[in-house]
Structures are given as structure tokens and as C-alpha cells.
């Protein structure tokens, strides 16, 4: 996809002069919120919805302008529709029969992906008769039977129960792997993109934030946002101010309480160049840990609030006094015209390509006029708790003070609008 643009009805802009190559057999998530346009890519893909602007390519070839039946698509949806009076076999049968294949050979194909899809004894049973779950591998079945170019995904786990989930997830991506098919794959869980994609595109409002393989986008996200999209409990984003002291030494200002970054630190040297500007630092709930008893080393204290156990571990709420940011609310307002013309082009290539720099350039420019800081209890910023995990053997007891310790290399520092303040590389 290159720049491509959909408005509907003339003044809404669903999907925001997006880039995107998927390369030959690769698995595609596209994850984000509700709303953000991921439906609206899948079925620009697929021809379903005309492009308002931009140009689609399938292999080198210019799509679209061709319609759904000559893209090679095959599509399942949050629930597969299946022929009611046909059997589970036909229904599987069915596109190959439609394009002339013989009776037998059809059959055998079918019967060879039941096998992968693990429905065997479900073959002859009229759809009425199937689970949701078993409905919806036949319906997977169907749709991939005729080995297509590429394979559609909206949602085609989420009526599902979490232990049907679990089982049909690990079964597609083991199906796809196996037939190599081209996968475009839309969700809103983050478990389903980090478990099944080879590359993850997430999307907000209408664009795409970053794209890198699950790892990347999870250990290195390119913003604010991303960052707190991924991970369970969520990422900690901690407002603060970056002093510069003697030597060129930087410590991050919480307010409350200042940590300061080793030397050796990458980010040192492009920070000791903003003294006193406002950054957004993100700390996983696992870089940050109770300091051992006698360890003098720790950097951040608090008081223990409350304690969630979690069975093979506790969520640990700590009152720092820090002020703490949503990321649902960090960044970009959304656009609400289709100015598609001054946003900067981002180009995502496939698999190892170079994505992100220009997004990292402009960084600090940009944060000379930082987003007006808003009142403590607004829904962006709040005086909230540092949220870590905690060992389940743990001797912490709710109300009494706490010393951390920081893995500051694991910390993500972003600028005021969510963007991160060093390369991110893809
Ligand atoms: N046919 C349509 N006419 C007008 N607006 C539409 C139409 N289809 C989608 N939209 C709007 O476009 C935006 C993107 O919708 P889309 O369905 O692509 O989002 P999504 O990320 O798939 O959301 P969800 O996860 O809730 O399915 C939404 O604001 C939606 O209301």
C-alpha cells in the first residue's frame, strides 16, 4: 500500500495516507483500537472498499482497480458464514468445486486441512450441528482451501471462548507457516499479534505508529502510544524534566523525586542537549524492582499502596508521587479533516527494511512547543501508582515504604508527544 487514503461519506477520514509492503508469505497483524481502520485496510485489500487516494499493489501489478474475484483473496470474518444445508466437507469443497475440480481430489483437500484444523469427525455433520469454534475452522477451511494469494483476517477469533482461542490461534499460524500463504491478519489483542505475527503494524487513528517484528515493537517501541498499546500490566509513563548537572551528567526530574542515568547511557548525550525539557519516560512494570534488604543502590522510593496477587506473582501499586500519563491520551489529537497532504510519509518495507528515522529527527524539534500540560486529574496525566510486578514469595506489606531499583537501560524515553527520543531501528 503506498499513501493510501479512505474517507467515507466525504468528510471521514478511517485510514490516513498509509504505507505499508507485506512481503511473499509473511504474516501480517494489524492491531490497534477500536476504530482505528484496521477493517477498513483489510478490505481495501481485498477490494471490498475503493481506495480514496493512494495506490495498492499486489506483487508489482497496480489492484486497484481489480475486483475481489481477481485479487486472489479468500476472507473470514469474526464469524465465517457457512452454507446452513451443506455438510462440513462440502462447505470446505466447495470453492474447488465452484472452479471445476474433481469430486475426489476436492475431497482429499478437504479432508487434509480438516486434519490440520483438527474437525476429522466433524466432516458430515451439517453446520447447525458444529461449536462456534468448529464453525469457524470450517469457515477457516473454505476460505483457504484454494490455496490463495493472500488471506484476509478480521477478527475470526474473537466469539470464541479463551480456551478455544488459545487452541484455534496456535492452529492458524501452524495452517499458514505451513501453506505459506501471504496473511493480513486484524485484531485487537495483543496476545493474537504478538503470538501469531511475523510483523505487527499497529494502527491509530487512521495511521500506522510503527511496524517491526513482535519482539521489536515490544522491546523498542517507536512511540508512547505503542508502548502502552503491548504488555501486560501496562507500561509505566512518568512525566518528567531533564536536568543536566556538571560533566554533562543527566538525571530525569519526576518532581518528586530525580533519577539519574549513568553516563554510559545511549541516550545521555542527546538529552545532556535539553537541559529542562519535558520528556515521557516508560518504564515496563518489570524494569522496576523492589531493592533488595541492604542494597543502598536503589533510585526511586514510594509507599506500597496495594498488593494484587496474581497467583504466580503480585501487582505491586506504588505511591511516588510521580505523576503518571495514560497512553491512550499521549500524542497526535486525531485528525478530524482529510488534510492527508502535510503529514510526513512514512514508509514501512518489508521485513528488515529501514522505517522509522524521520520520526526520530524531528523529535526535538517538534518538543519546543510541548502539548499544554493539563490538570493533574484530567485522564492524561494523573497523580497515580507505579504499577510492577513482584515475586510471589514476596514479604511486601501493603502501607509500608518502598525502595526500587531501576534497570535504566530498559527505560523508553519519549518527547512530549509520544515520540521516542532516540533511533529506533527496524
Ligand atoms: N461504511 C462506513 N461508513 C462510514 N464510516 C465508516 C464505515 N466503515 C467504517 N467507518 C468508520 O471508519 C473508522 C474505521 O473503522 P474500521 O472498521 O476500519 O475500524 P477498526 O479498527 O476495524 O475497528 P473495530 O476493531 O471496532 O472493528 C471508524 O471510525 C468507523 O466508524
Not at 477493517?39 to 508489482?60: F, K, P, Q, S, V
Not at 505459506?180 to 499497529?202: G, N, S
Not at 523498542?220 to 536536568?243: E, K, M, Q, Y
Amino acid at each position: 500500500m503506498e499513501s493510501v487514503s479512505k474517507v467515507y461519506g466525504g468528510h471521514h477520514l478511517a485510514v490516513d495516507n498509509v504505507s505499508l509492503e507485506i512481503a511473499d508469505g509473511e504474516f501480517m497483524v494489524l492491531l490497534g483500537p477500536s476504530g482505528c481502520g484496521k477493517t477498513t485496510m483489510l478490505r481495501m485489500i481485498a477490494g471490498l472498499e475503493e481506495l480514496t487516494g493512494g495506490e495498492l499493489w499486489l506483487d508489482r501489478t497496480p489492484a486497484a482497480d481489480l475486483t475481489p474475484k481477481d485479487r486472489g483473496v479468500a476472507f473470514v470474518f469474526q464469524s465465517g458464514a457457512l452454507y446452513p444445508n451443506r455438510t462440513a466437507r462440502e462447505n470446505i469443497m466447495f470453492p474447488l468445486r465452484m472452479a471445476g475440480e474433481e469430486p475426489a481430489a476436492a475431497s482429499t483437500k478437504a479432508a487434509g486441512l480438516a486434519k490440520i484444523l483438527r474437525i476429522v469427525p466433524t466432516l458430515d455433520r451439517l453446520p447447525r450441528t458444529l461449536s462456534g469454534g468448529q464453525r469457524q475452522r470450517v469457515a477457516i477451511g473454505r476460505a483457504i482451501v484454494r490455496q490463495p494469494r493472500i488471506f484476509l483476517m478480521d477478527e475470526p477469533l474473537s466469539n470464541l471462548d479463551a480456551t478455544m482461542r488459545t487452541e484455534l490461534r496456535q492452529e492458524i499460524g501452524a495452517m499458514v507457516r505451513d501453506l505459506k500463504v501471504t496473511t493480513v491478519y486484524v485484531t485487537h489483542d495483543q496476545v493474537e499479534a504478538l503470538t501469531l505475527a511475523d510483523r505487527i503494524a499497529i494502527m491509530r487513528d487512521g495511521r500506522i505508529e510503527d511496524v517491526g517484528t513482535p519482539a521489536q515493537i515490544y522491546n523498542d517501541p517507536a512511540t508512547a502510544f505503542v508502548a502502552g498499546f503491548l504488555g501486560t500490566p501496562r507500561i509505566n509513563l512518568l512525566s518528567a524534566t531533564v536536568r543536566v548537572t556538571a560533566r554533562h551528567r543527566v538525571s530525569l526530574d519526576f518532581g518528586a523525586q530525580t533519577l539519574p542515568l549513568p553516563p554510559t547511557d545511549r541516550r545521555s548525550l542527546i538529552l545532556s542537549r535539553h537541559d529542562g525539557a519535558r520528556v515521557i519516560v516508560g518504564a515496563r512494570s518489570d524494569a522496576i524492582t523492589p531493592a533488595a534488604d541492604g542494597d543502598d543502590t536503589d533510585q526511586l522510593s514510594g509507599t506500597l499502596r496495594a498488593l494484587e496477587f496474581h497467583g504466580n506473582q503480585w501487582i505491586a501499586f506504588i505511591h511516588c508521587g510521580i505523576e503518571v500519563l495514560n497512553p491512550d491520551f499521549v500524542g497526535p489529537a486525531p485528525t478530524t479533516s482529510p488534510s492527508l497532504v502535510e503529514r510526513p510519509r512514512i514508509r514501512h518495507a518489508a521485513a528488515h527494511g529501514s522505517a522509522l528515522s524521520t520520526m526520530a529527527k524531528s523529535v526535538f524539534r517538534r518538543s519546543t512547543t510541548p502539548p499544554a500540560v493539563e490538570p493533574d486529574d484530567s485522564p492524561t496525566h494523573r497523580r497515580a501508582d507505579l504499577v510492577l510486578e513482584v515475586a510471589a514469595d514476596t514479604s511486601l506489606t501493603t502501607g509500608g515504604k518502598i525502595h526500587l531499583t531501576v534497570d535504566t537501560s530498559r527505560l523508553h524515553i519519549f518527547d512530549p508527544h509520544g515520540q521516542r527520543i532516540d533511533r529506533v531501528t527496524r
